[in-house]
């Protein structure tokens, strides 16, 4: 099986370049392609259906394929997929990953469709929506809420951080794999989102109601703004549901991805109740 | 007030060095000291009444003192406290803090003492506690739900992230001045909680009840384990009431820090009522 694989053993060939180079968003939208780091991440994209179109090992580690079943099934699946299967050097798999102790194992996808045509609002009782969110760890915190809520799917309204990034599909645990993501301007959203039903949700201090108790119905699109500055206020106008946490501390607000976690498993206990 | 300031125009300047020195944990154990970077954090500590004892300002923002009243008193608080005012140039300053785009004002703080016995468990109905929490990220963000929800403090078990590190600091949005945090072995935070009141909970897949209306008690300490392997199993054997969360997704774990928080805030919502 080895005999089959291609090998490379110079840090600049093409293919090491082009795989740097998906470190960078502006070249991952050019290529259309991402690259996923590590086993585990791997194995999640696999069992929900997603499989590499290239995979890249460093040496060693195709020798231990063949006793490591995981990794041998993996192999199988991207060759099956007609797929390529690379091998090379771990210092060049950290160079390719840009860190110091490289994951044994990475993957290129191709980037899927984000558009909200996409979304069937009535496949989920809970959707969870982001403003401008730019931190891309907070971006994957919340795909990973999404997948335990039961969410339909997140959407990154404006400009948020990138969901192929290597660190929002870190932080996802695999979750970008399972949770349908979507991307759109505000002013795509607002009319796709009135289409039909749905309720938006925002936690805000002007105008709110005690976000415990208050009147949420599905399909309910819980809204967070940007890390720094918030939600715009005309978008909060725009609301249906306005509601307030406690705020007990000298601070008036929580990490986006912490505020969107409360909120949503309390949508999800009102729903169910 | 200018000519007042010792002024650094060197790359291979001491200072610089010992500056630089502190974005690495063991240096800032050995000096008992931590770089906090920018002006509203600086301000952040200021009103919880800690001021640095070395305030660093890039050139140009030195003269831009005179007429930016909160630089100003931070300025007027610092030589009033007896610290250490310096000017440098905006790439020294970058070398500090090792971004390209530095902030324009650092301050080096003092550690403080983080030991179990500080704290007073009376003075809150709800604790946060993190057992070897390795992200800084997640510990900043606790750090800001404790105080959101009015803990009394946070507790860090074991070997976790150091809360004097930057990105800590920075995810805190200031909490790290205003939340008491404390450093303990799981064998000194047990004896320490069973000398007094306090019901030790922690989100667990085993022998739990439902996390909404479970029986919390103050002061409720909130216990979330290791961003990969969780609690072990004898510290959720240690605890008085093991609570779960709803799973639905693929997964069956959230963000370590967002576990904190949706039981934070339902603790906080149980006690209340």
Not at 234 to 250: H, I, N
Request: charged share 25%; hydrophobic share 45%.
């Amino acid at each position: 099986m080895q005999a089959m694989h291609k090998h490379i053993s110079g840090f600049s060939n093409p293919t090491v370049k082009y795989l740097r180079s998906l470190r960078d968003k502006k070249h991952r939208k050019r290529a259309g392609q991402f690259l996923v780091e590590g086993l585990r991440l791997l194995e999640d994209a696999r069992e929900s259906g997603r499989v590499p179109q290239m995979l890249v090992m460093a040496e060693g580690n195709e020798r231990a394929a063949a006793g490591h079943e995981v990794l041998a099934g993996l192999v199988r699946s991207v060759e099956a997929g007609g797929g390529e299967v690379i091998t090379t050097t771990p210092d060049i798999l950290s160079k390719i990953t840009g860190k110091d102790n490289a994951q044994s194992v990475a993957g290129v996808f191709d980037e899927w469709d984000t558009g909200l045509a996409r979304l069937d609002r009535g496949a989920a009782p809970i959707w969870l929506a982001a403003q401008a969110l730019r931190d891309p760890g907070n971006l994957g915190t919340m795909l990973r809420t999404a997948d335990a809520v039961g969410a339909g799917g997140l959407i990154l309204i404006d400009d948020c951080a990138d969901p192929f990034s290597a660190e929002a599909v870190r932080a996802s645990m695999g979750a970008v794999f399972t949770v349908q993501v979507a991307q759109a301007r505000w002013d795509e959203f607002v009319p796709w989102l009135r289409g039909g039903e749905g309720q938006l949700v925002a936690a805000s201090l002007r105008e709110a109601v005690p976000y415990r108790g208050a009147g949420y119905q599905a399909p309910c699109f819980i809204l967070v703004g940007n890390e720094s500055q918030g939600l715009p206020e005309s978008y909060e106008a725009e609301c249906d549901l306005r509601v307030t946490m406690p705020m007990r501390g000298r601070a008036d607000s929580l990490n986006a991805a912490v505020a969107g976690a409360v909120l949503a498993y309390e949508v999800l206990a009102a729903l169910d109740g």
